[in-house]
């Protein structure tokens, strides 16, 4: 079979069995964009903005563990990719990106619309390539899948020049079935060696914390998570991006931990003798200062990165491989052993734990007059069930709604941690619609963040996209505001926003049902009605108390326990 470079790419995309393409369409790619004219089964999507293709396609691989893919031209096409491209990156997210480039005989010529796209996205990407031979692009995709998916995963980057996509010049084409890359190859067993110290220190633990992030989820690990802290019996706590890993309403759970998580978590992390790391990177917003973070503990870190591996914080015994692989050598020398964790210390343990969860760190007021927006999050947990997939913006709706709605199963939690982008929310979410076009998908927003890719509702009005956006509009950039007010005396520079649109016009305007919610009284009916309608996309505006702040909250340069509570719940 020959096939032109255009036809090649199509090919190979439904021979890899890609479902979807996100994309939108430029002088670079128009040999591509005709090659998939000609194969209505490769299902392209057209965004309005080539950030919302990455961001889709990112949503897409958060919630199925899939590559997501995506294409754009050259030029604006790919820089205006590269926000997304970031966002993957710095969370870790499987995705192929092919971008369009100038012809290879006027590469650095400054042609139009030419960008490095290569130097631009070095930073930002797991890996990359330009292809300057047609006879090379089935192989150089079949890398870029495989680098993507494998060991921690990332985007990577395919920059196609329009030449090699010409249609007149065809070669041979046979997809690659497996691909040899001599300087790649991630380790997914751990040392065995290592897996023993780490039991002995496991086992000898007397105030055990096991501290879970987003590598749990990546690796599909969340089962093999729950059956090794059950073996244990010791605490768990998460990262933002960890959430759903281990069950919120399991007893052992104490919450999200870092500088928005619950007292609980935090004051657990300070006091554990024994930390067990398991794929997560010890950021800066789950350390805070790293001379206060777990002053008497004793880590373990298993992470398939080994780069990961004491770059924040020097660990004692590190253990490179997949989390799964891991865990459940960890739990067979563990169930092996005469050793036993010791029951008298764990129960002691527990004990303190629990005095720290009476503390309640999450109240809120519940009688006021003006719309929390706890509330809100309350009860659309209430109505929609666990089955709801939810992506988020940035911002302080993003942290209510990693606090408020208690998730329990894996990729249901779809937002931006390492990059905070905003306007990441509606275009995830479309792309985690076209991946479960059955299932109920909520974006939890704010009016900051939604009008950063807004022109995306008419993406879903073109495709039908049944979404719910929650949007918690206190008319401010809310956790701006929150700084300015605990950190600059209450100098809200710039935070207040002053033009906003009457968004219930503007998305009937796009096609949608929008709805205006003022009173507390109406929250649950508003979103009882909007998810009873099934198959249109519902803006639900709740405009919400402006003063409300994000609690708790470890502020920069404090350790865990130097948490701030809410005013009416600082601790005597």
Known sequence: MELSGGEIIVQFLRDEGVEYVFGYPGGAVLHIYDAIYKVPELNHILVRHEQAAIHAADGYARSTGRPGVALVTSGPGATNAVTGIATAFMDSIPMVVITGQVPTSVI???????????????????????????????????????????????????????????????????????????SYNPVVKGHTGQIRKAVDLILSARRPMIYTGGGVVLADAAKALIDFAHLLGYPVTSTLMGLGAFPSNDRQFLGMLGMHGTYEANMAMHGCDTLIAIGARFDDRVTGDLQKFCPDARIVHIDIDPSSISKNVRVDVPIVGSVENVLKDLGKLIRDSERKPSQNALTSWWKQIDAWRSKQCMAYDRDSALIKPQRVLETLREVAGEAL??????????????????????????????????????????????????????????????????????????????????????RYLGMVRQWQEFFYEGRYSMSYMEALPDFVALVEAYGHVGMRIEQPGDIEGALREAFKLKDRLVFLDFITDQTENVYPMIAAGKGHNEMQLAPERELA
Not at 127 to 132: A, I, M, S, T
Request: charged content about 20%; aromatic content about 8%.
């Open 389 to 474: 997939f939810v992506t988020s913006d940035v911002g302080q709706h993003q942290m209510w709604a990693a606090q408020y709605l208690a998730f329990n199963k894996p990729r249901r939690w779809i937002n931006s941690g390492g990059l905070g982008t905003m306007g990441f929310g509606l275009p995830a979410a479309m792309g985690v619609q076209f991946a479960h076009p059955d299932a109920q998908v909520a974006c939890v927003t704010g009016e900051g963040s939604i009008q950063m890719n807004i022109q995306e509702l008419s993406t879903c009005r073109q495709y039908g996209l049944p979404i719910k956006i929650i949007n918690l509009n206190n």
């Open 108 to 182: 650095g010529s400054d042609a139009f619309q030419e960008v490095d796209s290569v130097g631009i996205t070095r930073p930002c990407v797991k890996h990359n390539f330009l292809v300057k031979d047609v006879r090379d692009l089935a192989e150089t995709l079949k890398k870029a899948f495989y680098i993507a998916t494998t060991g921690r995963p990332g985007p990577v980057v395919v920059d196609v020049p329009k030449d090699v996509t010409d249609p007149n010049v065809k070669v041979p084409y046979k997809h690659p079935k497996r691909v040899s890359m001599r």
